[in-house]
């Protein structure tokens, strides 16, 4: 990466459960937490070579790993489920080179 003239980047996948602890699944939240810090500490050390490090934070995503918190739940409002689509186009923002280029040590 360090080789590209511009536009290397690196985007992390975390989670809200990185931030909110109040989730019933403590380790998995923990973790995320650790990779939130990780994509600041990441950037850092990176943007000397040009290397840009983001990441996105989705809260409850329309999948088959989560499918026991979404499906056939009543107190889930089906539109605050979101899609792998929605997740994708987050993540072609930020890998952007002309979008996302000013964004640097962030989870979003």
Request: charged content about 20%; hydrophobic content about 40%; aromatic content about 6%.
């Amino acid at each position: 990466m360090r080789k590209v003239d511009s536009g290397a980047n690196v985007c992390i996948v975390s989670s809200v459960g990185g931030t909110w602890p109040g989730t019933p699944i403590g380790l998995y939240g923990s973790c995320k937490a650790a990779l939130d810090n990780m994509v600041k500490w990441m950037a850092q050390e990176l943007m000397a070579d040009g290397i840009r490090v983001t990441g996105i934070a989705p809260g409850l995503i329309k999948t088959k790993f989560s499918e026991k918190l979404w499906k056939d739940n009543d107190t889930v409002r089906p539109e605050s489920v979101g899609t792998i689509e929605d997740m994708g186009a987050v993540v072609a923002t930020l890998c952007s080179s002309q979008d996302g280029r000013f964004m640097n040590g962030e989870v979003y």
